[in-house]
């Protein structure tokens, strides 16, 4: 089982729709979650983190935490051509290991004009 | 603030040979953190250094591979002698908090490919 499973895109969305991405992670004690952009041939970017359940906004960004269902989205209303990128998340780790982070494997989304 | 820094940004080398990669983190962060990511495959965490010390190692693949940061500011991941299946990006990351929970900084990272 992978530490952390995101849907498998590519996604691909109109200019000022709205893109959903999810992940899900399998160790329920994980504390703290984060979503990167990575665009191509760049450094990966924090662009959310999220601790408690519920939902925090960001500008055009939401992140939503469902620590019962193991369940991490990222929400982008208005979407726009710069958003094109591919979207990791992420969790860190606990104890022994809780300065790492667990990644995806990376959403791909595209935003068409 | 002058972000992550790695050099080289690609590498190309033939199998066997050595590979010196380096990470500058941002000036004050006592946390840094190597990672890698093999094509089609997750980023995945290589080892994590608090200062000098090598907090968490368990990350690294095999004894091919040592990472130092000598006095600790910059460091340097060594992969000697280089296989095919080393071939990826090395990203390097620091963060100033004690375990990087609110998130880390990223390098732009280097491309490493073993022929």
């Known amino acids: 089982q992978k530490e952390v499973e995101q849907n498998s895109g590519p996604l691909s969305v109109p200019e000022g729709a709205i893109a959903s991405l999810n992940c899900t992670y399998s160790d329920r004690g994980s504390q703290s979650f984060f979503w990167y952009r990575q665009y191509s041939g760049k450094s990966p970017e924090l662009i959310m983190s999220?601790?408690?359940?519920g939902d925090k906004e960001d500008g055009r960004f939401t992140a939503q935490l469902n620590k019962a269902s193991q369940y991490v989205s990222l929400l982008i209303r208005d979407s726009q051509p710069s958003d094109s990128a591919t979207y990791l998340c992420a969790r860190t780790g606990r104890g022994s290991t809780l300065g790492r982070l667990y990644f995806g494997r990376g959403t791909q989304l595209t935003v068409w004009p | 603030e002058a972000g992550v820094t790695q050099f080289p940004s690609h590498s190309v080398i033939e199998k066997g040979q050595t590979v010196t990669l380096r990470c500058d983190p941002i000036?004050?962060?006592?946390?840094l953190y190597w990672y890698r990511r093999v094509m089609g495959k997750e980023i995945k965490f290589l080892l994590h250094?608090?200062?000098?010390?090598?907090?968490?190692e368990s990350g690294m693949p095999n004894n091919r591979f040592l990472a130092e940061r000598t006095g600790g500011t910059y460091s340097t991941l060594k992969v000697q002698p280089a296989e095919l299946e080393d071939s990826g990006v090395y990203f390097c990351?620091?963060?100033?908090?004690?375990?990087?929970?609110?998130?880390?900084?990223f390098g732009s990272g280097t491309r490493l490919t073993v022929v």
């Open positions: 000036s004050g962060h006592d946390n």
């Open positions: 250094f608090v200062k000098e010390s090598k907090q968490d």
């Open positions: 999220i601790y408690s359940n």
């Open positions: 990351a620091s963060s100033q908090d004690l375990q990087g929970a609110f998130g880390y900084t």
